[in-house]
């Protein structure tokens, strides 16, 4: 009999590439992973794993059952959710990754929705920026995320399946009363002098806001880094930098002037779920509530792909 656990570690090493980073990932000690993953071995009777020098790397045979078992563990979940509800209602676990910005626009209304719908059904809310959450979903340890199809350090590919959401314009944001704070689209190169809030370094706002900047030929003087944009909105409120951040993070709270660019950036937000299976009826009802936020610009045409609930 396999079993699931040791299937989720395996699972997380085709995805993250080392024993090290699974470790660290299961809140174990690399030992205690390379002992799990030794007794898959005994378990299958098949070899899995094989050394390269220092390291380890999954057998063809590994690779197989890896893959093999997201399938499996996301059926189990499914049975499992339906055993719970009958097939009746939503229930189970749901883990939903999201970026900063999408948390408390998105996110946190949809489970605060489907909590009062859907009392059997629990949603645990991660915060992980692009780069990390389709790592996470890939993985196992997410099964929805909110990402945007405009980062393309790590291609979707095949085994991913798209559910529009939201556009979402990347804006300037400034003191009130600064000089650029008027009317009508700002031009960059203009503000080539300014301080600037950036996030930080490579994430997907922070490499975004670098290469806008350079196209408007100047080299930004970065004054602050911060991995959280209510603190950037109260360094640009308190008149000691401006900022390049999309319309999610712009919360209107702080007194602050926002502009578009002449040269329009807009991102394509989308949700993402594995593909393969239909997914589970708690899947699905997550998918919907957040497909059909009221306050949220509509998608692009043509963006994204059409996902597992679009007709």
Not at 162 to 174: G, N
Not at 183 to 196: F, K, Y
Not at 241 to 252: E, F, K, Y
Request: net charge neutral; proline share 9%; hydrophobic share 45%.
């Amino acid at each position: 009999m396999i079993n699931p656990w040791r299937l989720r570690l395996l699972s997380r090493l085709d995805t993250l590439g080392t024993v090290r980073a699974v470790a660290q990932a299961a809140n174990l000690s690399p030992s205690s992973v390379s002992q799990q993953l030794a007794v898959l071995e005994a378990e299958t009777r098949t070899q899995l794993l094989e050394r390269t020098g220092r390291r380890v790397r999954l057998t063809p045979a590994g690779l197989i059952l890896a893959r093999r078992a997201r399938e499996i563990l996301d059926h189990m979940d499914s049975v499992e959710a339906e055993l719970r509800g009958f097939g009746e209602e939503p229930a189970g676990l749901v883990r939903l990754g999201a970026f900063q910005s999408a948390i408390h626009t998105m996110a946190v209304p949809a489970a605060t929705r489907l909590a009062r719908e859907h009392p059997h059904l629990d949603i645990e809310l991660l915060e992980l920026e692009p780069h990390a959450s389709l790592p996470a979903l890939r993985g196992g340890d997410a099964d929805i995320i909110i990402t945007t199809t405009d980062f393309d350090e790590l291609p979707l590919g095949p085994d991913i399946d798209l559910v529009p959401l939201a556009t979402d314009p990347v804006l300037l944001v400034v003191p009130p009363g600064h000089p650029a704070a008027g009317r009508g689209a700002a031009d960059l190169a203009a503000l080539a002098d300014e301080p600037w809030a950036f996030d930080m370094p490579q994430s997907y706002m922070a490499n975004l806001a670098l290469r806008l900047c350079r196209q408007a030929r100047f080299e930004p003087r970065v004054v602050c880094r911060f991995g959280n944009y209510m603190m950037t909105l109260q360094h640009v409120e308190a008149g000691l930098s401006i900022a390049l951040l999309p319309g999610l993070a712009v919360d209107r709270r702080y007194r602050v002037a926002t502009r578009e660019l002449a040269t329009p950036v807009t991102r394509t937000i989308t949700a993402a779920v594995r593909r393969g299976s239909p997914p589970r009826a708690a899947v699905r009802v997550v998918l919907d509530a957040l497909r059909h936020h009221p306050d949220l610009p509509l998608p692009l045409a043509g963006t994204g792909t059409p996902g597992p609930t679009d007709p």
